[in-house]
């Protein structure tokens, strides 16, 4: 079974930019496809962005696209995700998730303890 541990959030001002890492350790991330979901405080746990074994395939949230870009180093086993441009709504602890390609939270049998995120208007 893959560890996976969180790091780089904070607090940024809105239009400011944070680059979140994914951490994997007990077996190589390549095994997996990789995501990154969010959840705020009374919501449910939403899919942010996804990326396939290679990195060949990537699939975002509306929310945001063209926004967010997920990327891949799997000679370091992390996982990446850049974040531009960041709005009050994006404000939620982010969680690294490993498991199989795909938007739903059952798709993924690993996850990380999560990170928070706060952007300020």
């Known amino acids: 079974q893959v560890q996976l541990v969180e790091s780089g959030g904070g607090l940024v001002q809105a239009g400011g930019s944070l680059r979140l890492s994914c951490a994997a350790s007990g077996r190589t991330v390549s095994s997996y496809d990789m995501a990154w979901f969010r959840q705020a405080p009374g919501e449910e746990r939403d899919f942010v962005a996804a990326?396939?074994?290679?990195?060949?395939?990537?699939r975002y949230a509306d929310s945001v696209k063209g926004r967010f870009t997920i990327s891949r180093d799997n000679a370091k086993n992390t996982v990446y995700l850049q974040m531009n441009s960041l709005k009050p709504e994006d404000t939620a602890v982010y969680y690294c998730?490993?498991?199989?390609?795909?938007?739903?939270?059952?798709?993924?049998?690993?996850w990380g303890q999560g990170t928070q995120v706060t952007v300020s208007s």
């Open positions: 990326v396939s074994r290679n990195g060949g395939w990537t």
């Open positions: 998730a490993a498991g199989a390609y795909g938007t739903m939270r059952s798709n993924y049998g690993a």
